[in-house]
T-cell receptor
Framework: DQQVKQNSPSLSVQEGRISILNCDYTNSMFDYFLWYKKYPAEGPTFLISISSIKDKNEDGRFTVFLNKSAKHLSLHIVPSQPGDSAVYFCAAMGSNYKLTFGKGTLLTVNP | DTAVSQTPKYLVTQMGNDKSIKCEQNLGHDTMYWYKQDSKKFLKIMFSYNNKELIINETVPNRFSPKSPDKAHLNLHINSLELGDSAVYFC?????????????FGSGTQLSVL
């Protein structure tokens, strides 16, 4: 029962262009969403978050958009850099404080 | 000066053995977790402790026993290891509190059961 889905296992973009990573969720009780980035042989690191009272949160090159009616969120990276190449995990939380993760999307930014 | 450190990084063992993974955080966080990343790459929570008290205990076989001697440490002991226990286990910590669940992860322990 995948409550958080990242349907694209991989994404390849050119350096300098926009990367858009998508995430869908099924549980309407989720009200806090996070993105994590993971390099090989390392643990995930927090990237950006958004609560359900907002529809956009921006931090430098990273912007997360939330569409509650569609139960969809996306992470935009502009401009993409080769160092952004990593696996990106979407995660969601409800009132039980448990984070539910998606399977991740491998982003490759080509120089 | 790693924030969340777990040892060992790699663990190769035989079925039926008992093994432990240790985790320590120096961030002053109140809450610590164990997550498992299985072969399908899902990161799933196993346990969570807040100030040495167990607050989340997912459906995990009772061969897995977490131990928190103090709020900076959360160890995971696994009895009678099985092939299906092979996975990457991540320790994490957070400051806790609503909308503050930014987790800091360790680098993971790759467990291989032969």
């Amino acid at each position: 029962d995948q409550q958080v889905k990242q349907n694209s296992p991989s994404l390849s973009v050119q350096e300098g262009r926009i990367s858009i990573l998508n995430c869908d969720y099924t549980n309407s009780m989720f009200d806090y969403f996070l993105w994590y980035k993971k390099y090989p042989a390392e643990g995930p690191t927090f990237l950006i978050s958004i609560s359900s009272i907002k529809d956009k949160n921006e931090d430098g090159r990273f912007t997360v958009f939330l569409n509650k009616s569609a139960k969809h969120l996306s992470l935009h990276i502009v401009p993409s850099q080769p160092g952004d190449s990593a696996v990106y995990f979407c995660a969601a939380m409800g009132s039980n404080y448990k984070l539910t993760f998606g399977k991740g999307t491998l982003l490759t930014v080509n120089p | 000066d790693t924030a969340v450190s777990q040892t060992p990084k790699y663990l190769v063992t035989q079925m039926g053995n008992d093994k432990s993974i240790k985790c320590e955080q120096n961030l002053g966080h109140d809450t610590m977790y164990w997550y498992k990343q299985d072969s399908k790459k899902f990161l799933k929570i196993m346990f969570s402790y807040n100030n040495k008290e167990l607050i989340i205990n997912e459906t995990v076989p009772n061969r897995f026993s977490p131990k928190s001697p103090d709020k900076a440490h959360l160890n995971l002991h696994i009895n009678s290891l099985e092939l299906g226990d092979s996975a990457v286990y991540f320790c994490a910590s957070s400051q806790g509190g609503r909308f503050n669940e930014k987790l800091f992860f360790g680098s993971g322990t790759q467990l291989s059961v032969l």
